[in-house]
């Protein structure tokens, strides 16, 4: 332990922060900013952990997340005014940063990237290799097609930074205490009460575990799930270099493996090998502080030759230092952020994946704010601590996982790409006859989900990743125009399922939708969940199987929220939820077919009559009984059965051979995306998410404001109502031209000037186009006419495409098939 005299804690704070690295230390200094009473506990001294070797390459460009850009903006912006405000340096220097594209599928990758951050306000310039050249004259450049750079990024102290926030912190009252580990955190009746240390007990209401690659072992104890993982994480450091400066930029070639940048008259060579290690699986020993590990040249050699080919100079430069340090790293390479669901008040801001030190202001503030205010003022959808999963912490899978996620920083961002390693850990009941179909599989929340599937005689292949179409797109649009037109099976057993029995079952559930769910029995309702803001927290269906009985439907993303908001308004109500994900498979019959199809397999009634839209009623079929729901997420006739998982494959077999009849087809989830984007539907956490109103998500039809009792974000949707006309709404969009494919973060132009971006898209095999939701910022009323009355265009990859937008869907705006 470092400190010189025992440290004196205070007996209460209302806020402990859990470790003094750069996010430990941000959080400390927004609260402290925001009037938080805030204590923070640092193990050793501050930085210790991994925060005192990071490279500190501050960088905005990059990121399609619009979270992600805004954090990076932020960060740099606060790197530049801490000195001013606190009198302490952060080394930041503006000394520009470039991305260089060796090939044409990151060429198109940084394109599009490019025009998201210019939309973001971030002024990213697309440079020839002769320009790069010029910019930073060590690095070859005859092999390459373009840099991509940002002249206001640069490069920052991360230690200097860190102090410059805890002095911030300080300057507004925050305490910090060095040399004081915290063992267990305290609770009392399912909430924080305080945490045990090293020097004595301290109460206080709220712990925010920003403990590094420590903070996996430390949640652990107290229930939470933080499934990160350390890694071996490289720079070298050359001898002196003729001819180098400090004020080059920092030069980034991601199919090298390698970035760069000037350190000590020589050069840094940053490296993200394709293949990982994982350090220390077994847990990370406590006294681990300001420590290196131990390089393994033998596996690095290979990844160090090629990076160091970029800078040829760099190689007689000869090698002051090979360092290596442990960095944590996440399942899907996204941070680990926000209220755990296992214990209330208990928070998270850890896993950083490389970039703590360039997103570290961002995190800050958005916890700090989530924490204070509980709204994080930004997406949080794809970072929150509750998408993940328990599994994802056994050693198995993070020692497996961590190999790829590393490399998969500098890898090409193919859209279609799933992460390969730790796969086939939840399979359908239907996996291994969906496999036989040829099925091709890619991980949807650690399910192995059928994306599409490869007709007879060919293999589920992809041959090679793009960005335009690849040899499974002819099998997708077959898959699409068999739903449109005939009949398809799709299973879609990894959705999240709660039963939620009781009492007061109705009761809570109307109170935390928006629609009226508590109606008659044997009827489905589409709703949201809201929070006070009136924004949405959750997407899902609600089916009310009898008085006190029902079953609520959410996406495999939403499970952990939605099961943690259901436990905790069931809490002191006559009223359980139970997960029964895994007990049943859901499997979809779509498309004008389907009613015939069904028919064929049961006596019941299924006519319009017998069994109207949004109708759920148990039905036999073969020798199974299922829950056969009519509703639809692709927009056509169609029907969701909902099977006891040990019935699923019989009730498979019975379909397969019925579906022989009429031509059926199994479709996989690139038919569902294209399939649901036609008609608008929407898809939480993709283009919806908790900073949309659900009027501005363009869902007031699934609000009913006028049920007895109201429910949560009632106010707030009358208020937005009686504020006029939105001018901020998701349209659907469509590019007129068929060749273009959209996936995520397009620019979307009105009038010549930028209105929003794409926040979802797909391929409209029947509108003929990409089809995406983007959301609209217009300044002014937006309604149907103001959308035909624009002039409309598309930026994908830098060019501009004329496109339609639309408030209504287009395809089937009267919804005449799915009630056929
Ligand atoms: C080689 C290398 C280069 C990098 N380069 C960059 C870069 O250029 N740009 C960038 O953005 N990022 C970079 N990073 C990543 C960056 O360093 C990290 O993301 C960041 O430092 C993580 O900060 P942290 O606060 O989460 O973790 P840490 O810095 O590890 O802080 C956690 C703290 O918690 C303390 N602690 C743990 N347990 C307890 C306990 N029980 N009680 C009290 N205290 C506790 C620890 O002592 C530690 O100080 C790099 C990382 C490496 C390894």
């Known amino acids: 332990m470092a400190a010189a005299q025992d440290p004196i804690l205070p007996a209460s704070a209302r806020v402990v922060v859990i470790g003094g690295g750069i996010i430990g230390c941000s959080v400390a200094y927004h609260l402290a900013h925001l009037g938080c009473e805030v204590l923070l506990l640092e193990r050793d001294r501050l930085t210790s952990g991994t925060t005192w070797h990071a490279a500190g390459l501050i960088v905005t460009f990059g990121s399609t997340s619009e979270t992600s850009t805004e954090m990076r903006k932020y960060s740099r912006d606060l790197y530049t005014r801490l000195p001013a405000e606190t009198g302490q340096e952060t080394g930041f220097r503006p000394c520009g940063f470039i991305e260089v594209a060796a090939d044409a599928d990151r060429l198109e990758e940084y394109r599009r990237v490019a025009a998201f951050n210019r939309l973001m306000g971030i002024d990213v310039h697309e440079l020839s290799p002769r320009e790069v050249g010029e910019l930073f004259p060590l690095a070859r450049v005859d092999d390459i097609l373009a840099g991509f750079y940002v002249k206001e990024d640069g490069r920052a102290n991360p230690v200097d930074v860190t102090m410059a926030l805890a002095k911030g912190a300080r300057l507004k009252g925050a305490r910090i205490v060095e040399g004081v580990a915290v063992g267990r955190v305290l609770s009392r009746g399912g909430a924080v009460a305080g945490v045990e240390t090293s020097h004595g007990t301290v109460q206080c209401e709220t712990v925010v575990n920003c403990a590094g690659m420590w903070a996996r072992e430390l949640?652990?104890?107290?229930?939470?799930?933080?499934?990160?993982?350390?890694?071996?994480?490289?720079?070298?450091?050359?001898?002196?270099?003729?001819?180098?400066?400090?004020?080059?930029?920092?030069?980034?070639?991601?199919?090298?493996?390698?970035?760069?940048?000037?350190?000590?008259?020589?050069?840094?060579?940053?490296?993200?090998?394709?293949?990982?290690?994982?350090?220390?699986?077994?847990?990370?020993?406590?006294?681990?502080?300001?420590?290196?590990?131990?390089?393994?040249?033998?596996r690095m050699t290979p990844f160090l030759e090629k990076a160091m080919a970029r800078v040829p100079a760099a190689q007689a430069a000869g090698i002051k230092k090979f360092f290596c340090g442990p960095e944590s790293f996440t399942p899907d390479l996204l941070p680990i952020v926000g209220p755990a669901p296992e214990l209330k008040n208990y928070f998270v801001a850890a896993g950083l994946n490389s970039i703590g030190i360039l997103t570290g202001g961002g995190i800050g503030r958005l916890l700090a704010h989530w924490i204070f205010t509980g709204d994080?003022?930004?997406?949080?959808?794809?970072?929150?601590?509750?998408?993940?999963?328990?599994?994802?912490?056994?050693?198995?899978?993070?020692?497996?996982?961590?190999?790829?996620?590393?490399?998969?920083?500098?890898?090409?961002?193919?859209?279609?790409?799933?992460?390969?390693?730790?796969?086939?850990?939840?399979?359908?009941?239907?996996?291994?006859?969906?496999?036989?179909?040829?099925?091709?599989?890619?991980?949807?929340?650690?399910?192995?989900?059928?994306?599409?599937?490869?007709p007879l005689g060919a293999e589920p292949k992809v041959e090679r990743l793009s960005w335009g179409r690849q040899n499974w797109f002819p099998y997708w649009r077959a898959e699409h125009e068999a739903c449109r037109n005939g009949v398809i099976l799709m299973d879609m057993s990894f959705m999240s399922k709660f039963v939620v029995q009781g009492r007061d079952a109705g009761r809570v559930l109307d109170w935390l939708s928006a629609n009226n769910v508590d109606g008659e029995p044997g009827r489905i309702t589409y709703t949201q969940w809201l929070n006070e803001r009136g924004t949405i927290e959750a997407d899902l269906t609600i089916t009310k199987l009898d008085d006190g009985q029902f079953l609520v439907v959410a996406s495999d993303t939403a499970h952990g929220h939605v099961l943690a908001r259901l436990r905790r308004h069931c809490e002191e109500r006559h009223a359980f939820a139970t997960d029964v994900t895994g007990a049943q498979a859901q499997?979809?019959?779509?498309?004008?077919?389907?009613?015939?199809?069904?028919?064929?397999?049961?006596?019941?009634?299924?006519?319009?009559?017998?069994?109207?839209?949004?109708?759920?009623?148990?039905?036999?079929?073969?020798?199974?009984?299922?829950?056969?729901?009519?509703?639809?997420?692709?927009?056509?006739?169609?029907?969701?059965?909902?099977?006891?998982?040990?019935?699923?494959?019989?009730?498979?077999?019975?379909?397969?051979?019925?579906?022989?009849?009429?031509?059926?087809?199994?479709?996989?989830?690139?038919?569902?995306?294209?399939?649901?984007?036609?008609?608008?539907?929407?898809?939480?956490?993709?283009?919806?998410?908790?900073?949309?109103?659900?009027?501005?998500?363009?869902?007031?039809?699934?609000?009913?404001?006028?049920?007895?009792?109201?429910?949560?974000?009632?106010?707030?949707?009358?208020?937005?109502?009686?504020?006029?006309?939105?001018?901020?709404?998701?349209?659907?969009?469509?590019?007129?031209?068929?060749?273009?494919?959209?996936?995520?973060?397009?620019?979307?132009?009105?009038?010549?000037?930028?209105?929003?971006?794409?926040?979802a898209a797909s391929y409209g095999h029947t509108l003929g186009g990409a089809v995406g939701l983007a959301m609209i910022d217009a300044g002014e009323p937006i309604d149907q006419a103001w959308c035909e009355a624009g002039r409309w265009e598309i930026d994908i990859a830098g060019k501009r495409y004329p496109a339609r937008a639309s408030a209504r869907p287009m395809l089937d705006p009267q919804a005449r098939r799915i009630r056929a």
């Open 219 to 298: 949640g652990a104890s107290s229930g939470v799930n933080i499934p990160l993982q350390a890694a071996e994480h490289y720079y070298l450091i050359t001898g002196p270099l003729a001819g180098i400066a400090r004020d080059w930029p920092v030069l980034e070639d991601p199919g090298s493996y390698g970035y760069y940048r000037e350190e000590g008259g020589g050069l840094m060579i940053g490296l993200f090998e394709p293949e990982a290690a994982a350090w220390k699986v077994e847990g990370v020993p406590k006294n681990f502080s300001f420590g290196e590990i131990e390089p393994d040249w033998e």
């Open 587 to 759: 499997i979809n019959i779509q498309g004008p077919r389907s009613r015939e199809l069904l028919q064929a397999l049961t006596s019941a009634d299924l006519s319009n009559d017998g069994f109207p839209f949004r109708c759920a009623r148990e039905i036999d079929l073969g020798l199974a009984r299922v829950l056969a729901i009519r509703i639809t997420y692709l927009g056509e006739l169609g029907y969701e059965l909902y099977v006891p998982a040990e019935q699923a494959t019989h009730v498979h077999e019975r379909l397969v051979a019925a579906g022989e009849r009429v031509g059926m087809r199994h479709a996989g989830l690139k038919a569902l995306a294209s399939l649901r984007m036609e008609k608008g539907y929407r898809d939480y956490g993709h283009d919806i998410d908790n900073t949309d109103s659900v009027l501005e998500a363009g869902l007031g039809f699934a609000v009913d404001l006028k049920k007895p009792g109201g429910f949560i974000g009632r106010d707030a949707v009358l208020a937005k109502k009686a504020a006029g006309p939105l001018t901020r709404r998701l349209l659907q969009v469509l590019v007129l031209d068929p060749e273009p494919m959209m996936f995520h973060a397009e620019p979307v132009f009105r009038d010549g000037r930028p209105a929003g971006y794409v926040r």
């Open 376 to 454: 994080p003022q930004a997406d949080v959808t794809g970072i929150h601590v509750d998408r993940l999963h328990r599994y994802q912490s056994n050693p198995e899978y993070r020692r497996t996982r961590t190999v790829e996620a590393l490399g998969m920083v500098y890898r090409c961002h193919y859209p279609t790409r799933s992460m390969a390693s730790a796969r086939g850990a939840r399979r359908s009941p239907l996996h291994d006859r969906l496999a036989a179909r040829g099925a091709y599989f890619k991980d949807v929340s650690g399910w192995e989900g059928a994306d599409w599937y490869a």
